[in-house]
């Protein structure tokens, strides 16, 4: 096959989950891939290949998309930065994600620099959000709802799930993935939406 009969991969699907700071792009090929906002701006071609690698960005913002021609997408972030990135590159990031994020990673680490703040907490230094609780989850708990300390470990909805069915048989089976549905804010959430200090978090049982 020669160059010119090679495919050219396209986006099928473009989406913002600005809660969770992702960039959900599909292509012509099948794939599908979720690019944190942040790995997206520190890998940006426009910074590439600098003496000190793009660091301090875990809680940037992506403000503004649109295509550039049709071979690229610009995206504005949130600290005045604007990078065009190829379609082509895109893809290629979304399938070196691991390798290129361990090698970030390893680079901050390298030159004792830092990813950023770190997570949102309190004043405390406590990450509290405010669980809802409906149907047979209410009974379990004895309450409607109620304010909860979350570890680390806890970042999203799916490790949320997860850290209540540690609560025993019973919370095991009421919080199944297929068993609730989730909003964060009052708006409907994805395994990954983030979960963050001060949020609402309402878990419904599916109707069956």
């Known amino acids: 096959m020669t160059t010119d009969q090679i495919p050219t991969i396209r986006p099928t699907e473009i989406s913002l989950h600005q809660k969770s700071r992702l960039l959900e792009i599909a292509y012509s090929d099948a794939f599908r891939f979720n690019y944190p906002y942040e790995y997206l701006r520190v890998f940006s071609s426009g910074v590439q290949g600098l003496d000190k ?19 690229a997408l610009q995206l504005e972030f949130s600290d005045g ?6 379609w082509s590159v895109l893809h ?23 990813r950023g703040a770190g997570r949102p907490a309190g004043g405390d230094g406590r990450v509290i959000i405010k669980l809802l609780y409906f ?3 209410a009974t379990l708990a004895g309450k409607d709802g109620e304010e909860v300390q979350i570890p680390e470990s806890v970042s999203n909805v799916e490790t949320l799930l997860a850290w209540l069915r540690k609560r025993g048989p019973e919370w095991a089976e009421a919080c199944a993935d297929d068993e609730v549905q989730v909003t964060v804010n009052k708006h ?11 949020d609402e978090v309402a878990i419904v049982p599916r109707g069956k």
């Open 53 to 71: 690698p793009v660091h301090g960005k875990d809680s940037v913002d992506i403000t503004h998309i649109e295509p550039h021609g049709t071979e």
């Open 92 to 114: 290629q990031l979304g399938v070196n994600y691991e390798q290129n994020w361990q090698a970030y990673l390893d680079a901050l680490r390298a030159q004792d620099l830092t």
């Open 135 to 137: 149907i047979q989850l």
């Open 188 to 198: 409907f959430a994805e395994p990954f939406t983030l979960i963050e200090h001060g």
């Open 81 to 86: 930065y604007t990078g065009s990135y190829a």
